[in-house]
């Protein structure tokens, strides 16, 4: 790209502002978006964190259910097209979560059901008919659709796989531009005069193509390749992409098992780094943004960072900026977690007074959790034949 190119691309955007289009899709999580602004077209993101800690979860409430609910609210400035490569969890389990989500998020926290429940696994807790009509009903009903519309999951596992599958979609919705390329045959020393890739002009300049992998540990080894250079060689792949086809790509990638070494933990190294990466390190030279996700409570820290853990206890992650190439790196933006509904909200100041909104709701969950476990102590003692709790069918 050319002086003159640049010129134009950013007379572009500008214009894009005045004309009340944008150039991400917002962040949602305001105080941060000093930070991290949102999701760009033509990024590389890596989203990490130690196992159970909750990158997918992260991953999918930012680049999926926020993404997906600004473009449903605002189809006249982006469109969207997510290709999720779930080599971890199966789209049932994924949309199941979505679905946990939407009904915590509507209803502002009254219905907070995980998917065990939405899927009656226990024979004493049936999903409440009433949910399931809900679900039937707007606004669930337009968002399922628009899910269903852009979001396509995929079965490939290799990088070479991936690849095609994601080069085939940009071809499809747009036009390469190729050029003749003299280059010299490695096996022969002759030169050869091919057909190379010059540029790529997409039907629709406001599509955001965010294709997901996660994790990036699972994917399928190539032929000839260790898993190192299997992951490799798709982060390589993903640069090709995003240089080409402006495209978004994501990579759910999962820390290291000696980060949580009895020394990091003394040191309150609790964090996700580069050098933590599990499996390959060296991905994250290409990515243009890292977020890593921790969690003070796994460790048995009373205090991190000014928050009191005791009493958010699994309740709270911390979200730094691991990795920016075009802004500061290792900024922290402390959130509430809910993993039963896969949700996340900024946090206030340590200090602020509002925090005491997110104690009573955590002291109102665990009252509620406290209720029901002894509810079906109870349960357990009512049904005790020749000395043995028989409670199973129940």
């Not at 003394?266 to 994250?284: A, Y």
């Not at 909104?357 to 029901?372: C, D, E, G, S, V």
Request: proline share 5%; aromatic share 12%; with cysteine.
């Amino acid at each position: 790209m050319n002086y003159t190119d640049i010129l134009t691309n950013l007379e572009r955007r500008r214009n894009n502002i005045l004309m009340g289009k944008v150039n991400c899709i917002p962040s949602p999580f305001p105080r941060f978006s000093v930070d991290f602004v949102g999701i760009e077209q033509g990024k590389l993101t890596i989203v990490s964190a130690s196992t159970k800690v909750g990158k997918t979860q992260l991953t999918n409430f930012i680049y999926v259910y926020n993404t997906l609910f600004y473009a449903f609210a605002n189809k006249d400035k982006v469109r969207l097209k997510i290709m999720y490569f779930n080599l971890e969890e199966t789209e049932e389990n994924i949309t199941l979560r979505f679905i946990s989500y939407l009904l915590y998020y509507f209803s502002k926290g009254k219905y907070r059901i995980g998917t065990k429940d939405l899927k009656s696994t226990r024979a004493n807790r049936p999903l409440d008919e009433n949910i399931l009509t809900i679900l039937k009903e707007e606004p669930y009903k337009s968002i399922m659709e628009f899910y269903n519309e852009v979001v396509e999951f995929r079965p490939e596992r290799n990088p070479t796989g991936i690849k095609k599958a994601i080069e085939s979609y940009c071809v499809e919705h747009g036009t390469v531009k190729r050029k003749k390329l003299d280059i010299v045959n490695k096996e022969t020393g002759l030169t050869e005069t091919v057909d190379a890739f010059d540029s790529y002009i997409p039907d629709d300049p406001d599509l955001y193509f965010i294709p997901i992998v996660d994790h990036l540990g699972l994917v399928t080894q190539e032929s000839g390749l260790s898993l190192k250079g299997s992951m490799d060689l798709m982060s390589s792949y993903f640069v090709q992409l995003r240089n080409r086809y402006n495209i978004s790509p994501v990579e759910v990638i999962q820390q290291a098992a000696d980060m949580e070494s009895n020394e990091n933990v003394k040191m309150k190294r609790i964090r996700p780094t580069t050098q933590g990466l599990g499996d390959s390190k060296t991905v994250s030279r290409d990515c243009d943004l890292m977020l890593g996700l921790s969690s003070p409570y796994r460790f048995e820290l009373p205090n991190y960072l000014g928050y009191d853990i005791s009493k958010f206890r699994n309740h709270i992650r911390f979200m730094e900026i691991v990795i920016n190439r075009e802004g500061e790196q290792n900024s922290i933006c402390p959130l509430y977690f809910d993993g039963k509904s896969n949700f996340f909200a900024e946090l206030p100041l340590p200090n602020d007074p509002a925090i005491e909104k997110y104690y009573n709701t955590i002291a109102q969950l665990n009252l509620l959790k406290q209720k029901r476990k002894t509810l079906w102590q109870k349960l357990k003692n009512l049904f005790v034949i020749g000395g043995k709790h028989q409670t199973e069918q129940y």
